[in-house]
């Protein structure tokens, strides 16, 4: 057993070669289909963009109202801080349905 593997010769070939020849095979895009990829990467990265500063300005807003209502002595509320404690409320109930629903989901899919 030892003659063997004494008769086999192992071939060493260089990593950078290798590495190559090995990019020689790869099929690369085009530059068109290139250019499609990121202008939907680009939209995509835009539409989150917009999402996002929409969450901060909404998150923002309550944020501001309802640290003013601590801050004031007046007994009565602007309509603002009562649409900022609107909003923040129904955030708070979403996002628990949505929690709810989501594990109610992920049991019924282990089924």
Same mark, same amino acid.
């Given at each position: 057993?030892?003659? !063997?593997?004494?008769?086999?010769?192992?071939?060493?070939?260089?990593? /950078? $070669?290798?590495?190559?020849?090995?990019?020689?095979?790869?099929?690369?895009?085009?530059?068109? /289909?290139?250019?499609?990829?990121?202008? $939907? @990467?680009? @939209?995509? &990265?835009?539409?989150?963009?917009?999402?996002? /500063?929409?969450? !901060?300005?909404?998150?923002?807003? /309550?944020?501001?109202?309802?640290?003013?209502?601590? *801050? &004031?002595?007046? !007994?009565?509320? $602007?309509?603002?801080?009562?649409? *900022?404690?609107?909003?923040?409320?129904?955030? @708070? @109930?979403?996002?628990?349905?949505?929690?709810?629903?989501?594990?109610?989901?992920?049991?019924?899919?282990? !089924?």
């Amino acid at each position: 057993m030892a003659k !063997d593997n004494k008769d086999k010769k192992v071939k060493k070939v260089n990593p /950078i $070669t290798a590495t190559f020849s090995e990019l020689k095979q790869v099929s690369w895009p085009t530059f068109g /289909i290139t250019m499609k990829r990121l202008g $939907t @990467v680009l @939209v995509i &990265t835009g539409l989150f963009l917009l999402v996002l /500063i929409g969450i !901060d300005a909404l998150l923002g807003f /309550i944020h501001r109202e309802l640290f003013q209502i601590a *801050a &004031t002595t007046r !007994d009565y509320l $602007t309509v603002a801080q009562i649409s *900022a404690l609107i909003v923040s409320a129904v955030l @708070v @109930v979403g996002s628990i349905v949505c929690f709810i629903i989501y594990k109610v989901l992920k049991s019924k899919n282990k !089924d």
